[in-house]
């Protein structure tokens, strides 16, 4: 995994603001993952790991707030957050069971400087998840690939079963599993 301080500099230092973001397409991962595709407006580009912070409000004012992974490379006209639906969670069961394309929330970011990898860092990639927590590292794979760098890459991914894997989807993988780059998933032999 690459680490870059340096790479704060690479972006000028914005006050975060919410802003909003229409939902323009969504795409069923798994059945327990979706990934949203957003339109932001005001969107001034992001680094391959940042993340994102998403402020729902309710009609009588509530508001939950929750983070979430940048899953799209930079560049990609719209915004992908890839949400797993969290059984008896708040937040999460709403974005992939109610949310639908056309609806807005409100969202502010990029979050994050050190946990980032860009093309100019090169390679080699070790890459190792569990979960949700392979989102970040899909923006960085899909950077590569969309950049073409030939650096090796290799991703040590794990999974509760198949069916949570979030790599199981072949949208999923396309343009990311490819030459030079090696996968290894393990699903857990209790659950799978
Ligand atoms: C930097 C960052 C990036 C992230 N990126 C992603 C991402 O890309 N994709 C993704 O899916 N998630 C991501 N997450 C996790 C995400 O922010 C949410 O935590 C997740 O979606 C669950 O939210 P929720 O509101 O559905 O669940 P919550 O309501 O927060 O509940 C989570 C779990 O805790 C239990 N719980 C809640 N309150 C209590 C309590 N008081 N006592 C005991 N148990 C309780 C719930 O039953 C549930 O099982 C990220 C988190 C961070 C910090």
């Given amino acids: 995994m690459a680490f870059s301080l340096s790479l704060i500099g690479t972006f000028p230092v914005r006050r975060l603001e919410w802003q909003l973001a229409q939902v323009r397409e969504i795409v069923v991962d798994t059945y327990r993952v979706k990934s949203l595709l957003l339109h932001v407006a005001n969107w001034h580009g992001h680094l391959p790991g940042q993340h994102v912070d998403i402020r729902l409000t309710a009609e009588d004012g509530y508001q939950a707030q929750r983070s979430y992974s940048i899953a799209s490379p930079p560049n990609d ?15 999460s069961p709403y974005l992939v069971g109610d949310l639908r394309v056309g609806d807005q929330f409100e969202l502010r970011g990029p979050i994050g400087g050190y946990f ?4 100019a860092l090169r390679g080699p990639l070790c890459l190792i998840a569990g979960g949700s927590g392979v989102v970040p590292l899909m923006a960085m794979l899909r950077h590569r690939d969309r950049r073409k760098i030939r650096a090796p890459a290799s991703l040590l991914y794990s999974s ?6 979030h790599l199981s989807s072949g949208a999923r993988c396309n343009g990311v599993l490819r ?8 699903v857990d032999p209790q659950t799978a």
Avoid: P, Y
């Avoid at 509760?160 to 894997?165: A, F, K, V």
């Avoid at 030459?179 to 393990?186: E, T």
């Fill in 116 to 119: 980032v990898w860009t093309a």
């Fill in 160 to 165: 509760r079963s198949l069916e949570d894997s």
């Fill in 179 to 186: 030459s030079q780059f090696a996968c290894c998933q393990h």
């Fill in 77 to 91: 006209e719209l915004l992908t957050l890839t949400v797993e639906r969290v059984d008896n969670g708040e937040v």
